[in-house]
């Protein structure tokens, strides 16, 4: 694998050279799925340790992007809860309001970012004011989440990438100030929800070390992503990225 091209370049991710990535000595690889390839090295170590995966080639993005069951990106863990609770208040404000009437668009969650974005125009001429009225904040909250995915799907870590990050934390807290209708995940439930999830899989979780230790017996030198591969076959409701999440490598 040393000798493959795409190791001549940059992660596509984070955009570090491979030559300085393969001198921390990090666990390295590339796995397949649907038909498309990921590079993929580990970054840190310890409680730091984590995973940059990325498409191995130019290709490969085009050909995820162009998929016919392209989504946007579902996150996992804390991050998504928090987001998918915010989202998910947006959208009532706008349901409320009857903005969601057309029964040829598909309004469920997240959403396309040009849905929501098309929403926000017929808002705007419809003569709802920007940074004054709710629904006006509640389509551009929704149209900013949805690129803001797009972004963590492709890996994209650019200033835009940043300032769409910025812009919505600025939205959610002046919707807060201004009506109250985004709540804090305390307000909602959403850690009392994740306290009850969490304790609810720790027995699937179990099972998912269970079998991802058995594969680095087998296999001692794989990275995280390609155990979670054959793990995710033995447990085929769970996701790949939600098992690499919940997985540890055995100590030596």
Known sequence: MANEEFLQGCCR?????????????????????????????????GVTKHTCLGFKTDA??????KSPDFSLPTTDGAFDDRIADIEKDARQVLERAGLLSNP?????????????????????????????????????????SAGLRDFITG?????????????????????QIRFGYIKKQSETGGVI????????????????????????????????????????????????RTIRFRIEKPAP
Do not use: M
């Open 104 to 144: 040829e668009v598909d309004y469920t969650l997240p959403g396309k970012q040009g849905t929501w974005r098309n929403l926000l125009h017929t808002l705007e001429e419809r003569g709802f004011r920007a940074y004054i009225d709710k629904e006006w904040y509640a389509a551009t909250i929704l149209t900013t």
């Open 193 to 240: 929800r994740g306290k009850r999830q969490t304790a609810s899989r720790k027995s699937e979780w179990a099972k998912w070390q269970a079998a991802a230790n058995d594969i680095w017996k087998k296999h001692p030198k794989w990275g995280k992503p390609a155990v979670a591969e054959l793990v995710k076959k033995q447990f085929p409701n769970a996701t790949v």
């Open 60 to 65: 490969d993005w085009l050909k995820r992007r």
């Open 13 to 45: 991710a984070c955009r570090i050279p491979w030559e300085d990535i393969l001198s921390t000595g990090a666990e390295y690889g590339v796995v397949e799925r649907e038909g498309i390839e990921y590079t993929y090295h580990t970054v840190g170590s």
């Open 155 to 175: 890996g994209i870590r650019t200033k835009g990438s940043f300032l769409y990050a910025i812009l919505f934390g600025e939205l959610i807290k002046e919707a």
